[in-house]
């Protein structure tokens, strides 16, 4: 999983970097800190002396710290299509876990020193963790996530802009149970 999340980054870039010798100033590349307040489902099985054994499966709340990187494609001023990758670490319910998305959909946003933006994006989010005691979480469970998010670009450069803040919604439906979580997250964006 690792290889191919590295093979998308770099395909990205790639085609960020093309597209910008294109047209100038219409590709803007994020990276920063992400925090994700995540509902996480635990499925705790009881043990019994034969096959079925009743299991029930729970959301847990916790804090997940993590990075989130972006990628926005702008035809014009004000509209974009977004890619966006997240991945975000912790310990719920003592188990280590971590929640991986991958997202895209479409961004507005109003061009400026200081340029606010709202964006919808859908795609893949993937849970996985572990717990000496009891294997919690199912080991690779993907899910289909929504996020609907603001956020606001500052400019500190002729090509460089801060995001201090971007906070979004995002929904996921994992283990057969639908989470909330709340991610915020900061840090550069370039453009090209």
Not at 65 to 84: H, I, L, M, R, Y
Not at 161 to 177: D, G
Request: charged share 10%.
């Amino acid at each position: 999983m690792r290889k191919s999340f590295l093979v998308s980054i770099v395909l990205f870039v790639f085609l960020a970097v093309a597209a910008s010798a294109q047209a100038q100033d219409k590709v803007e590349i994020f990276g920063g800190y992400s925090f994700l307040r995540s509902s996480v489902p635990v499925t705790v099985t009881i043990l019994c002396p034969g096959p079925p054994c009743p299991s029930t499966t729970t959301n847990h709340a916790g804090n997940l710290q993590g990075w989130e990187t972006s990628g926005t494609f702008k035809p014009n001023g004000w509209f974009g299509v977004t890619a966006d990758f997240a991945g975000q670490y912790g310990t719920i319910n003592g188990a280590s876990t971590h929640l991986q998305t991958f997202m895209a959909g479409p961004q507005v946003s109003f061009p400026g020193k200081v340029s606010p933006f709202a964006r919808v994006l859908v795609g893949e989010a993937r849970v996985g963790g572990s717990n000496a005691l009891v294997q919690a979480f199912a080991p690779n469970n993907n899910s289909i996530a929504a996020a609907v998010g603001v956020g606001i670009d500052i400019k500190v450069f002729p090509a460089l802009y801060v995001r201090p803040i971007q906070v979004e919604y995002m929904t996921t439906r994992l283990n057969s149970v639908m989470q909330n979580h709340a991610r915020a997250s900061a840090g550069i964006v370039v453009h090209f």
